[in-house]
């Protein structure tokens, strides 16, 4: 009996250690399937919203009423004219809206004044080396445009994400209000426009018909986390019946 003691407390300390990363795993594997279902449902929305007809952009009284999770990628149309002299270059090195931008490149951004106001448009993609508006001078349209889009909410920047430099011109994040306000434009709707339609004249900024491709790994992930704990039951199990019966043995 004096044997036997030692042995089974010297399986208590693994013991607790594998019920901690088992908790860990299936928690890490739970999350993932929490994520799953969310994902699924932001493409299902953001599907849904960019496929309807087109509204009209909303009014300026209506702007402090609007958000994100309600309103961000609907469709609208509105007449505008382009503000050129303003436009601003955001580095980009791709779209999961876009499948036809191929970064690297810039998303340019312009303000566009419209009857009820001013709204940042993101017209599309240019690459690097057609970024001065000077090669692309077909694209700076000087009368109004029907610009049919999505709205889309200001991104603000990362912790990682380079400082703006709009002595160059030249913006890491989507952020249309800071860009308004670095531009001297304002006050601008809280949200910017992705435009859609109708395409520049000579191709650039190019846009095109947006598809929702965000990245899906979540089941993935899941089922990865699921097997390393189920793994880790096995090893264990495996190991312990080892011990106990090594502690018995020694016992006879």
């Not at 149309?77 to 791709?94: H, I, S």
């Not at 810039?106 to 001013?118: D, E, K, L, N, S």
Request: glycine share 12%.
């Amino acid at each position: 009996m004096t044997a036997d003691r030692p042995a089974r407390r010297g399986l208590v300390g693994p013991s607790i250690a594998a019920a901690c990363a088992f908790a860990l795993l299936v928690g890490l594997g739970t999350w993932q399937v929490k994520r799953l279902a969310w994902k699924e449902a932001l493409i299902a929305t953001v599907s849904a919203r960019i496929s309807a007809p087109p509204a009209a952009l909303p009014p300026a009284a209506a702007w402090a009423k609007l958000d994100a999770e309600s309103h961000e990628y609907q469709r609208v149309a509105f007449t505008g004219r382009f503000l050129n002299d303003r436009e601003a270059l955001v580095f980009t090195t791709g779209s999961s809206l876009r499948s036809d931008d191929t970064g690297p490149g810039y998303w340019v951004f312009t303000p566009a004044r419209f009857p009820g106001g001013i709204v940042m448009v993101n017209r599309g993609f240019v690459p690097e080396s057609r970024k001065d508006p000077a090669t692309r001078a077909q694209g700076e349209i000087a009368g109004p445009v029907e610009i049919v889009g999505v709205l889309r909410w200001p991104e603000r920047p990362g912790m990682f994400t380079p400082g703006a430099q709009p002595a160059k011109n030249l913006w890491f994040s989507r952020d249309s209000t800071a860009i308004a306000a670095a531009k001297g434009v304002g006050p601008v709707a809280p949200f910017y426009v992705e435009q859609e339609a109708p395409p520049a004249p000579g191709g650039l900024p190019q846009v095109g018909s947006l598809k929702p491709a965000f990245p899906n790994n979540h089941l993935g992930y899941a089922i990865t986390w699921y097997g390393l704990a189920a793994g880790l039951v096995g090893v264990f199990g495996f190991w312990f019946a080892g011990r106990w019966r090594a502690g018995r043995d020694a016992r006879i």
